[in-house]
């Protein structure tokens, strides 16, 4: 079967009001986008309040449905054989041969659903239903009518050419990207912060990311992890910027000045602190993390609320009342898995004390973070200073 077109369907746009126009736009954006790097030629354009994408005659339908199916705010990709009117006799044959290649099987419920937006055309939609009802009946003794819950749903649009669709491929749903502003996401090389970013860029959210590194203690494997995680994720999130700090001394002088049982939640400190000032940098609207409550103990509520004393931007957590098994779920699905669990350690992992406090009490977490003072602002500096900047698509 050749598809020359698809119908693009999407959900909450469509609720959208006045503003709808701007959701409308920012899809056919994301679309044009999507489809810049695969073979072929694509005109992506609204028309009536519909997203078609009419593809030129030769072109990677794979690679196409592919590239749909990663664009938020899609929620259904029709794949459209367009005719030109001919007349009627000449639909029904063409509804046919449709029906026998679409489905080699014929034992299936069907409905035929007409539209006209051409209401010259010499038959409404009703006595189309019942036309093209009856050429396939007729042609296929094995298939019957269900007008309710039919298996195959078949679509014709009368438009200036003529559109036959029955198939409707998911989408991944969502909202297009940059039409709720953008976040920093604090991204390791984990399974969880790399799902995190896509669940909030789902929502139309653009991302910017910051990744720490902790030289020599962490290899280039494992910043080239991150960076690869980073291209996952952009393959439904578009371009991030990845700011890449250097956070050995930091570390270092935590490890060297605090108790060991709160290393963790003062480095988590210092991230979110360090994150943040990229974030107002960039004008991003807050914060992105992959905690989850009760997980490990950086992330219990107690040691939530210490980390977010930090902050003056919102937190965003989606994950915050996941299992684990649904965040791996997640992870499997967005192709993000097998690159997390390689075992190449990030700086979260290397410094971290045998038995962390999972109740850290704020007053004793500030007075330990006195013994920073001597060197703590130079080594923040030097690490905003310093920082590796790349833009990861």
Do not use: W
Request: aromatic share 10%.
């Amino acid at each position: 079967m050749t598809f020359h077109t698809f119908l693009i369907k999407y959900g909450e746009i469509g609720i959208k009001g006045k503003n709808r126009y701007l959701f409308e736009d920012a899809l056919v954006n994301q679309i044009k986008f999507a489809l810049k790097d695969v073979d072929g030629e694509f005109d992506v354009y609204k028309t009536q309040g519909r997203i078609y994408v009419d593809c030129s005659e030769f072109y990677d339908y794979e690679e196409a449905v592919e590239s749909l199916q990663r664009v938020f705010g899609i929620v259904g990709i029709c794949p459209v054989v367009r005719l030109k009117d001919q007349g009627f006799d000449q639909l029904k044959a063409d509804v046919v041969a449709y029906m026998d290649e679409m489905y080699e099987d014929k034992k299936k419920t069907f409905k035929v659903e007409a539209r006209r937006s051409r209401k010259n055309y010499p038959k409404n939609s009703m006595e189309i239903n019942c036309d093209l009802g009856e050429v396939i009946l007729d042609a296929f003794p094995e298939i019957r009518v269900d007008v309710h819950h039919p298996d195959i749903l078949l679509n014709v649009e009368i438009r200036e050419d003529i559109y036959l669709y029955s198939q409707i491929i998911p989408g991944p749903g969502g909202m297009p990207i940059g039409t709720n502003g953008k976040a920093m996401l604090l991204l390791s090389g984990g399974i969880d912060s790399p799902v995190a970013g896509y669940m909030v860029s789902r929502r139309g959210v653009g991302l910017e990311a910051t990744y720490f590194h902790a030289p020599p203690y962490t290899s280039e494997r494992a910043k080239q992890k991150v960076v690869d995680l980073a291209k996952l994720v952009s393959k439904y999130a578009g371009p991030i910027k990845l700011h890449i700090v250097n956070f050995t001394d930091i570390q270092l002088y935590i490890y060297d000045k605090c108790p060991h049982d709160e290393l963790t939640i003062i480095m988590r400190r210092y991230m979110m602190k360090i994150a943040e000032h990229f974030a107002k940098e960039d004008e991003c609207l807050g914060l992105i993390t992959g905690e989850s409550i009760g997980q490990v103990a950086s992330q219990t509520m107690q040691s939530l609320l210490v980390t977010n004393e930090v902050c003056t931007l919102p937190v965003y957590r989606p994950l915050i009342g996941m299992d684990k098994s649904d965040i791996v779920k997640i992870s499997e699905k967005i192709d993000t898995y097998e690159t997390s669990i390689l075992p190449f350690e990030d700086c979260c992992t290397i410094f971290v004390a045998k038995h962390p406090v999972t109740r850290p009490n704020l007053k004793r977490i500030i007075k330990s973070e006195e013994n920073l003072e001597e060197k703590i602002d130079e080594l923040y500096a030097e690490a905003i200073h310093t920082v590796e900047t790349i833009v990861v698509s």
